[in-house]
């Protein structure tokens, strides 16, 4: 397993997206310490590990929420390090998070064409969208993409919950994006749902490619082609799915005795 990580971390013409040597401080603490991955065009790619592993905090970086102390990144081929998020959404890098951020009060069908809508050339216009409008055929494109063009016309809030990370997937969708980061798309769901997610995931345009962070084990290695394992702010091991699932390390650390 230990040679695993230079097949997927070097350096390679067209990736997608590189981290260099990245770390993020707060204060005196270390959330990531010297994190590289390169992840290819088109490439699904799982990054696991326990609470406090540095996860979330390394999607941050990558969107800019919160930039690295150190270390660069590049988005297909183009330094983005000191991006605004605002100018990394427009170059094709996309977002889900834990905590939906959802108009509850809209329908289905007015969240997804207000994504649209905001990342299109025309979001200041004041005209409204007639019925050949072609951001309202992408956006019923996107609702059928994530299964739920039988409750397009109803409000958020009476969504369940599996429904509305669904909506999030649509809406990380909106004004085709190169790549998108998925972070616990599985949190909360049913086993219902949870095989939904896997079916629109695995559904997506073979394009575009995503990191998607999850707890759910089981969840992650069927929808991604390669697994970075983080401990402690640092990339711990990186293989395929197969093998981060039988490596003893990671059962020892991540999966515990009860796993398999």
Same mark, same amino acid.
């Given at each position: ?34 994190? @590289? ?7 699904? %790619? ?9 996860? @979330? @905090? ?8 919160? =930039? $690295? ?12 390090? /000191?991006?605004? $998020? ?7 890098? %996309?977002? @889900?998070?834990?905590? &939906? ?75 085709? $994006? %190169?790549?998108?980061?998925? /972070?616990? =798309? ?8 949870? %095989? ?8 997506? $345009? ?19 082609? &390669? ?34």
């Amino acid at each position: 397993m230990d040679n695993a990580a230079p097949r997927f971390s070097a350096v390679g013409a067209g990736a997608a997206l590189e981290l260099r040597g990245v770390t993020r401080l707060f204060g005196a603490l270390a959330a990531l310490t010297d994190v @590289t991955i390169t992840v290819r065009p088109g490439e699904r %790619r799982a990054v696991l590990g326990s609470n406090g592993a540095g996860k @979330t @905090t390394l999607f941050n970086c990558v969107t800019g929420d919160f =930039p $690295p102390s150190s270390g660069t990144i590049r988005f297909f081929g183009e330094d983005i390090t /000191d991006f605004p $998020p605002y100018e990394r959404i427009r170059r094709g890098l %996309r977002r @889900t998070y834990q905590i &939906s951020a959802l108009f509850p009060g809209l329908t289905v069908r007015d969240n997804v064409y207000l994504a649209c809508r905001g990342v299109s050339r025309g979001r200041f216009s004041p005209l409204r969208p007639g019925a050949n409008d072609a951001l309202m055929h992408a956006t019923e494109a996107l609702i059928q993409a994530v299964h739920l063009t039988s409750v397009r016309e109803q409000r958020v809030a009476e969504l369940a919950h599996g429904q509305q990370r669904q909506l999030e997937i649509a809406l990380a969708l909106a004004g085709a $994006p %190169r790549f998108i980061l998925f /972070d616990e =798309p599985a949190a909360g769901l049913s086993p219902t749902e949870r %095989r939904e997610l896997i079916d629109i995931l695995t559904s997506l $345009p073979a394009h575009i490619g995503y990191i998607i962070i999850e707890h759910d084990m089981d969840v992650a290695l069927r929808v991604v082609e &390669s697994v970075t394992m983080m401990h402690n702010g640092r990339v711990f091991k990186e293989g395929l799915p197969h093998e981060i699932e039988a490596d003893p390390e990671v059962q020892e650390l991540y999966l515990g005795a009860g796993h398999e």
